[in-house]
């Protein structure tokens, strides 16, 4: 099974390549207009023989800083999810749908802006090409971006939260976007449900 591709950023994937050969060759991509405005590529971290990749949306302000997925304040909402459903996030590959970061600009704060179904699919081939190299058993899509990314633009995370989807692949299961638990309403009972999902999709993939 593979996300959406041959059409942006195909032109800049090696056609052969470990994660590192990826890596650099992303930080020349231009397969979409995002490049012009973001600091740098924030591209995928974590082991080549991965068993679960997560996947996000973009990186964020200060992810597009510091040049790695997940160092703001949802990665350390993630991180402290991923321990309490058991998960080893050094054991983990992290990546997003999209590498760089979209937003605008308000005075001098830099407010996310969701990338849009073609700046997505410009972006696929290089989510293709990790998952053809990590080629894990289990892909935990974070946010609705992603979700539709990996499983199409159908796809509702509302309707299949923590479900574990079977493919040719790999297994895939959806839940909702760290960066949504920061600014739900009541942010404890988000945290717990969060943490029950990624609990239950470890479960189903243990047996």
Same mark, same amino acid.
């Given at each position: 099974?593979?996300?959406?591709?041959?059409?942006?950023?195909?032109?800049?994937?090696?056609?052969?390549?470990?994660?590192?050969? @990826?890596? =650099? +060759?992303?930080? !020349?991509?231009?397969?979409?207009? $995002?490049?012009?405005?973001?600091?740098?590529?924030? *591209?995928? &971290?974590?082991?080549?023989?991965?068993?679960?990749?997560?996947?996000?949306?973009?990186?964020?302000?200060?992810?597009?800083?510091q040049g790695h997925p997940f160092v703001g304040p949802a990665g350390r909402l993630l991180d402290k999810a @991923?321990? =309490? +459903?058991?998960? !080893?996030?050094?054991?983990?590959? $992290?990546?997003?749908?999209?590498?760089?970061?979209? *937003?605008? &600009?308000?005075?001098?704060?830099?407010?996310?802006?969701?990338?849009?179904?073609?700046?997505?699919?410009?972006?696929?081939?290089?989510?293709?090409?990790?998952?053809?190299?990590?080629?894990?058993?289990?892909?935990?899509? @974070?946010?609705?971006?992603?979700?539709?990314?990996?499983?199409?633009?159908?796809?509702?995370?509302?309707?299949?939260?923590?479900?574990?989807?079977?493919?040719?692949?790999?297994?895939?299961?959806?839940?909702?976007?760290?960066?949504?638990?920061?600014?739900?309403?009541?942010?404890?009972?988000?945290?717990?449900?969060?943490?029950?999902?990624?609990?239950?999709?470890?479960?189903?993939?243990?047996?």
């Amino acid at each position: 099974m593979g996300v959406e591709t041959r059409s942006g950023a195909a032109a800049f994937v090696p056609d052969s390549a470990d994660l590192t050969t @990826l890596r =650099e +060759a992303a930080c !020349d991509c231009h397969g979409c207009d $995002l490049y012009k405005h973001a600091t740098q590529t924030v *591209f995928g &971290e974590g082991p080549q023989n991965a068993s679960v990749v997560l996947i996000g949306e973009q990186p964020g302000d200060q992810e597009d800083r510091q040049g790695h997925p997940f160092v703001g304040p949802a990665g350390r909402l993630l991180d402290k999810a @991923l321990t =309490e +459903a058991g998960i !080893d996030r050094t054991q983990v590959y $992290l990546t997003n749908a999209v590498k760089h970061f979209k *937003f605008e &600009e308000r005075g001098k704060r830099r407010i996310h802006k969701q990338p849009g179904r073609t700046e997505v699919v410009a972006c696929s081939a290089w989510l293709n090409a990790e998952l053809a190299v990590v080629r894990p058993e289990l892909v935990v899509c @974070l946010g609705a971006v992603a979700a539709k990314a990996v499983l199409g633009p159908s796809f509702k995370v509302s309707e299949q939260r923590g479900q574990v989807i079977s493919t040719d692949d790999y297994a895939v299961a959806a839940t909702v976007h760290p960066s949504s638990v920061l600014r739900a309403p009541d942010r404890d009972v988000a945290y717990e449900a969060f943490v029950a999902d990624l609990r239950r999709i470890r479960q189903a993939t243990e047996h």
